[in-house]
């Protein structure tokens, strides 16, 4: 039997970070793999428009800009693999990654895995996604044209995403389980502005209504435990994330949240592992500190590709 | 074999064929489905000797799409002598892609 092929550094994870380290590794002149199990761009090819990520002075939409740095990484021969990861090895000598498309084997592992929307937890609510659940309010909003939508948080994504449907929907009600926005303040005058925009605050969704389809939530208020019925054709579920950690836990040392536990150099607790983007413990998620993650990577993969780590 | 655009009429005429025919159901406004569309051509080449893979843009072909019953998009329908062996709605990977289909053939 031959020897199976060995990768030099397989990266988990086709989003940002994923696919910049795939191109610094690429340039290196690593021999570079990516294992994706649906499409480039992760979190960022559902976001309609980018406006801080340097150099796109127009905005850019997620999907481009993740098609762009995929079609990048890979002019400089890094490939990629629509893979879905099911188990990893990542103290076997090579490291061994087992897919839906075969089994892989690397010398190093960047972990870009990203995060997920955050469920609200609720009875039906996994089957009624699609069918007026929505966490997306760039791909799913169109849908609620002329209709009324609560939208459940009151971070920044919630923000963002009340505003967004504003513009789209007849109404527009926000639900809080605090008495203020966190979102940062520039998001606070044009919401308050917004004429369809409605606020519920200290309130949290008890139970999502429906016939096959939503049809309205339950509130109940957080202070009285008053409960009141909100008819709505839609709920966007903006409550935060969570990290995909489920294939490393066990492996890599996990906060207290799930993320994985790396400072900037990204090193993990196993050497030879990286954890790049938004799976890593730090201050603050973006495309341009997820991209940041997948250079230091590169650079801690060299180095310990040579024996010097 | 790329996965061609078609019409509601190339619609009503494909899926009465022996060979199973996989259409996606799609908007160009719909973010999951561009999502979905690099891997379901590679799909499309995969299985082009088992299957024939097309799309069919639901603002187009609106008459159809409501006899289907689609109601979501992306959703991925097998057909074989014009009837419908199975769907599947938003596919989270291309390995559900491939599950979705191994499990429909075999019906």
Redesign the interface.
Known sequence: MSEPHVYDMIVVGGGPGGYTAALYAARAGLDTLVLE?????GQM??T?QIDNYPGFEEGIDG?TLAERMQTQAERFGAKTE???VDRMDLTAVPKVLET?EGVFYARTVAVATGANPRELGLPGEAALT??GVAY?A???G?RYKGKTVVVVGGGNSAAADAMLLSRVAKKVILVHRRDTLRATKIYHAPLMQAQNIEFRWNSVVAELLQDG?LTGVKLRDVNTGEETTLPCDGVFISVGRKPATDLVAGQLTLDRSGYIVADETTRTNIPGVYAVGDVRTKPLRQVVTAVADGAAAVHMAEEYLAGGE | MAALNISQEQFREMIQGDKPVLVDFWAP????C??????YE?IAEEYGDRLTAVKLNIDEAEQVTEEEGV??IPTLILYKNGKALDSV??P?????I?QFIREALEK
């Open positions: 199990k649906l499409s480039a761009g090819a559902l309609e999907f629509y893979a879905q839906s699609g069918r997306c760039a791909c799913d169109m389809k | 406004w719909c973010g999951y561009r999502r979905i569309a690099p891997v590679k109601e979501v709605v938003n989270g990977s291309k390995a559900a491939d």
